[in-house]
């Protein structure tokens, strides 16, 4: 896939004789960075540590605004995940799941009275969404709802380079380029400046306007326990493995379970093209 | 080659004799094994098994997926995403059942180019290959409506776009809109009816199929000669389909799973697009709505004609005008391996029909090519659309003029009395026929 991606970007870009169409083909966003994460590639699995550090960063920074409805507590000690100890094979009785869900107050019926009231989370029970409903969550971010992360990772192009780039890519904007009210300029996210761009029309800024101001901004803003340095890098790479793994908690299995169908059917082929090689031997075709 | 194929099937047991007086489901399985098939069929031919191998994996893992998934606008992507996260192996049976489209769309484009270069349409194979057009029909049909049903954003505006086709057609056309929406807008109607026909759709293919099958065993399967087989050859120039065919056809099934579960287990979003794991949101329009791959030809032939109602025409033409096929094609010879000019303009074919793919992938303004730039500050060169234009323009210049033109002016090569006298120009001709 990205090598595919590479050779028409390549063969694109070959194409295009000369930069003119190119630079006035609206600016885009800039390519994200490739980060070395430990889940790529074929035998790539999650570093639990990173998704311990990840969870700590996500609820402390993103939870205030960005819902992940998908998600139970339970999730975070299944197999693989955040908070997976074999101790405890059904993730309901997970002590340190138990725990994290007992810090939030859900909102419930009361089974008796029926009046609406709140009660400590359980295993069992959704993350909360930080706001009532979608206008709520737009009164309080200038318009814009801030999107949900359950699945983010697998909603953009790029993944988990995309959200680490898009959390570090918060840069001071280009002299000439007019950023209005309520928006940041990040040459990650997508988006055509053309009409705030004052400079050179053919040298438009990569990049665009979005409404959340840099959430990761400081060394130290989420304390690890684990003593890991939380430099604005760290964090933002750790927050992005952890959207990963909330985005598809079944990829480890996924892969696992794919190297032994891969080598069944290797060996599956083999024998069947030694039956044919006999069978036809005397037939011509 | 069952016209010629009589059943050689004797009932064993007394079961096997009593039920062949009353249902002889058993000789027809026996007859169906026993059945000649021409010994020189190359891997081309193998897609036909490929092919019923995967439209009983869609429908298996579809049952499936159906007993978790809730067609409603408000549950469907969060019901999608419980199959992956909370059914036992769901994703294994989503991932499946997504990207066993695009293999099924791979090797449906594979048996067609193969019965385009061998002829395999021409009398009396006519039937076979209409019913497959309409097997392909369906299917369009069928990936079409299951891509709506996790109802994320490039399901829901896809559905906008393609539906709107229909209001196209003028005078009855903002009826039949209404109609297939089941409202004014894509909507609950709409998603709940989609799942209903995604549901029914693969059962009538399954039936055309039986109906493609039986009109191959009554006309005989064709070869890579292109010639009928006499009668009195058959014994030297057909082996039985078992065990032959499918020992081969099992390895090359086998060749095509290995690829199938590179997808499947190791890049299953590959063939999908990011914004369908947004939910949908009718207020926000994606920038950039692009169909499956699998439509992508036919996606860029509806976009190069400026007027909405010619687009929808062009791009149904692209896929009506291979009903007329069989008698399009005016050469006497079957097989392009004698028909010199015919195999190049075939070769230019598909890559037109590639590029057509990669044109529906791109914006129309996007540039090809670009030569510099005009005064006022757009560039000079060539876009998407006009190559979409040319690339369409071939496409049926291929069906409606070179194939009925070229057929009565070319010169082909000398065709072959027999099957064997290639198969044994090439192979070692010690080798005795089998039997």
Known sequence: ?285 | MSADHESTYVPKSAFERWMDARLPIIRMGADYAALPTPRNLNYWWTFGGILFLMLVIQIITGIILAMHYVPHVDHAFASVERIMRDVNYGWLVRYVHANGASMFFLAVYIHMLRGLYYGSYKAPREMIWILGVIIFLLMMATGFLGYTLPWGQMSFHGAVVITNLLGAIPVIGPGILTWIQGGFAVDQPTLNRFFSLHYLLPFVIFGVVVLHLWALHTAGQGNPVGIMIPKERLKQDTVPFHPYYTVKDGFAILLFLLLFATFVFFNPNAMGHADNYIPANPLVTPAHIVPEWYFLPFYAMLRAIPDKFGGVVVMFGAIFVLFLLPWLDTSKVRSMRYRPAMRWFFIIFVVVALGLGWCGAKLPDEMVFSLGEGSNGQPIGMNYLWLTRILTFYYFAYFLIIMPLLGLRETPLPVPDTIAAPVLDHDDAAKVPAQ
């Open chain 1, 1 to 285: 896939m990205k090598l595919s991606k590479t050779l028409i970007a390549g063969l694109a870009s070959v194409l295009c004789l000369t930069a003119g169409g190119a630079a006035l083909a609206a600016g885009g966003a800039e390519h994200p960075r490739d980060v070395d994460f430990s889940f790529e590639g074929p035998f790539g699995t999650f570093d639990q540590a990173q998704l311990q550090r990840g969870y700590r960063v996500y609820k402390e920074v993103c939870a205030s605004c960005h819902s992940m409805e998908l998600l139970s507590f339970r999730d975070l000690g299944m197999k693989g995940g955040p908070f997976w100890d074999p101790r405890w094979p059904n993730p309901n009785d997970n002590l340190f799941v138990k725990a994290i869900a007992a810090e939030f107050e859900i909102a419930d019926i009361d089974s008796e009275s029926g009046d609406a009231i709140t009660r400590p989370g359980t295993s069992a029970d959704r993350f909360p969404n930080p706001y009532a409903n979608d206008v709520a969550a737009a009164a309080s971010n200038g318009g814009a709802v801030p999107p949900d992360l359950s699945v983010m990772a697998k909603a953009r192009h790029g993944g988990a380079d995309y959200i680490y780039s898009l959390l570090v890519g918060y840069v001071r904007p280009p002299a000439g380029l007019t950023v209005g009210a309520g928006q940041y300029y990040n040459k990650y996210f997508g988006g055509d400046l053309t009409s705030a761009w004052s400079g050179d029309p053919h040298h438009v800024p990569k990049g665009g306007f979005i409404a959340m101001p840099a959430p990761i901004t400081t060394e130290g803003q989420v304390t690890y326990d684990d003593g890991t340095r939380a430099t604005v890098d760290q964090m933002s790479r750790d927050v992005a493995a952890f959207i990963a793994w909330a985005s598809e908690p079944k990829q480890t299995e996924r892969k696992q379970t794919g190297l032994a169908v891969m080598i069944y059917l290797a060996l599956f082929s083999v024998l069947t093209f030694f039956s044919y090689k006999r069978l036809w031997k005397n037939v011509g075709h």
